[in-house]
């Protein structure tokens, strides 16, 4: 926490100079707890510059992509990545008991590749609701 403030108090007058920069994340709340989040950076390249040392505290993965609003960008094509994949997720489960294969026994197979996107919660919610 020390070490968050810290960069924090170094970072703000180069933000107060600079307001137009923005870093929405990705990782959840674990993430956050973990200080690993995923930051997409959208702004100057020599603001992003100073600033990279506070979300080095804040997450692991930390991408510069663009003028400012990039970030922003970068942030609703995720989430448009993993609506478009649960939804994949959902059709195959569908799919699956309409042809007599139970979900619960289906679902398994599609565990490994949501534990590689974190989205295993979501896919188990949706296996249990089919197979009612």
Known sequence: MRMLVLKLLDTLPVLERNPNIDAPVSGGEA???QG???IMV???PTVFD????LFQVLGKNIVH?????AGQVAK???QIVVTVTLEAVSEALTFARRNRVDPALFSPAAMNVAKRRG????IVALARRLAV
Do not use: D, F, H, Y
């Open 36 to 38: 690993t989040l995923s």
């Open 42 to 44: 959208g702004g100057k």
């Open 65 to 69: 992509i663009g003028a400012s609003g």
């Open 76 to 78: 609703a094509c995720n």
């Open 31 to 33: 993430g956050a707890i």
């Open 119 to 122: 989205m295993r919660k979501a």
């Open 50 to 53: 100073r600033v990279k040392p």
